[in-house]
């Protein structure tokens, strides 16, 4: 298999201390020199230090020099307006069209589960939430702003091939790994419109699918059943602000933070891994974040580029870990970030 050159952003707090973690990882598992990393500087002593978050052109250079991106996380309290953060990974969703954000929702162990009697084989699934468009496009604007007569509005954009390409995503998932079940979470009882096309186009691409279970429910209650019965879920799609909520909430039916991957893709493009969490300044410089999130963002980058073996013992390394009780404070062990990457790498 060729080369895989990845252009990795550490970021800020504990960015570039997991993203350490994970290359380490990543590296001892394929052996060496089937990745190559690029470290890039974009963040916030950057952005501080010369005004520029990303420069002009970069995103196009990423499309053509590398395969996938890994970031650890942005994020300073120095700059609150986050603006370094949005040019950034906005910028990268919007620009490179990183049109579906992946997040496998998988318990690794019983004891990560707030969930009453709930194995790891009872929850496993994947949530493909839509990433370019929504809510978050930021259009809309303000009227008489900052007096009592303010009007603010924000658009929810909905398109015919944006909602179709991240729907057939779904599906195409499910028949390549086998999983028997693809369902719709939306709300076109209360937005007619833009969740309206939702529905008329999953019943469209559902028909193209005849082998996968295709169901729907409304958001609300795909929320209740995440919690109540998540043995119900192969593959969950969703619209962008939808799946922001839907995805945490189901991240913490598995352990929260300190284990939630994600992956922003285009398929058959540069994509994008990060793990789910933030900066945590609170923790920053300290030794204590867990790596395991970001270590098992890098196993699901390997197996976006073709490494699925490299990426299954990882992961199996990681549950290992996690059922030893060989873990950093956030899970209740005594680990450091770097023991934590160390006893990985002598799991595998
Ligand atoms: N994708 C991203 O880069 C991203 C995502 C979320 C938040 N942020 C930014 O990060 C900064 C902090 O945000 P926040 O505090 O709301 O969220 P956060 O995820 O950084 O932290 C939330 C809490 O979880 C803990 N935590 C997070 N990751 C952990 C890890 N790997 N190991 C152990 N504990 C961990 C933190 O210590 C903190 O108490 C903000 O600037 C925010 O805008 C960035």
Redesign the pocket.
């Known amino acids: 298999m060729s080369q895989k050159r990845i252009g990795v952003i550490g970021?800020d707090?504990?960015g570039p201390e997991?993203v350490a973690q994970a290359i380490k990882v990543l590296s001892a598992a394929t052996g060496g020199d089937a990745f190559v990393f690029t470290q890039l500087p974009w963040g916030a002593e950057h952005y501080l230090q010369t005004g520029v978050t990303v420069p002009e052109g970069e995103f196009e250079r990423w499309r053509r020099e590398f395969d996938a991106i890994f970031?650890g996380?942005?994020?300073?309290?120095r700059i609150p307006d986050?603006r370094h953060?949005r040019d950034i990974?906005l910028g990268a969703r919007m620009r490179l069209d990183l049109f579906i954000n992946m997040r496998p929702i998988k318990l690794l162990d019983t004891s990560l589960t707030p969930l009453r009697d709930r194995a790891p084989e009872d929850i496993d699934y994947v949530i493909f939430r839509e990433n370019t468009e929504g809510l978050y496009v930021g259009m809309g604007g303000q009227l008489r702003p900052g007096t009592r007569h303010e009007v603010a509005t924000s658009a929810m954009i909905a398109t015919y091939r944006g909602t179709e390409r991240i729907v057939r995503a779904a599906f195409d998932h499910a028949v390549e790994h086998d999983l028997g079940r693809v369902c719709l979470a939306i709300k076109h009882n209360a937005i007619p419109h833009a969740h309206g096309l939702w529905n008329r186009v999953f019943q469209e691409v559902r028909t193209e699918y005849p082998t996968i279970d295709s169901s729907q429910l409304y958001a609300d209650v795909a929320a209740m059943e995440l919690v109540r019965d998540p043995t119900r879920f192969d593959v969950l799609v969703t619209s962008n602000l939808l799946g922001d909520i839907l995805s945490d909430l189901a991240a913490q039916t598995v352990g929260g933070?300190?284990v939630a991957p994600s992956g922003n893709i285009h398929p058959g493009q540069v994509s994008l891994f990060?793990?789910?969490?933030?900066?945590?300044?609170?923790?920053a410089g300290q030794g204590?974040?867990?790596?395991l999130?970001a270590i098992l963002t890098a196993a699901m980058m390997a197996r976006h580029l073709g490494y699925g073996e490299d990426a299954g013992r990882i992961e199996r390394a990681v549950q290992m870990l996690i059922r030893e009780g060989v873990t950093?404070p956030?899970l209740g062990g005594s680990e450091t970030t770097v023991s934590a990457g160390d006893a990985v790498c002598r799991r595998l």
């Open positions: 970021g707090g504990i997991v970031l996380a942005l994020g300073d309290p986050m953060g990974l933070l300190g990060e793990p789910v969490h933030g900066s945590a300044p609170d923790i204590k974040a867990n790596p999130a950093t956030d």
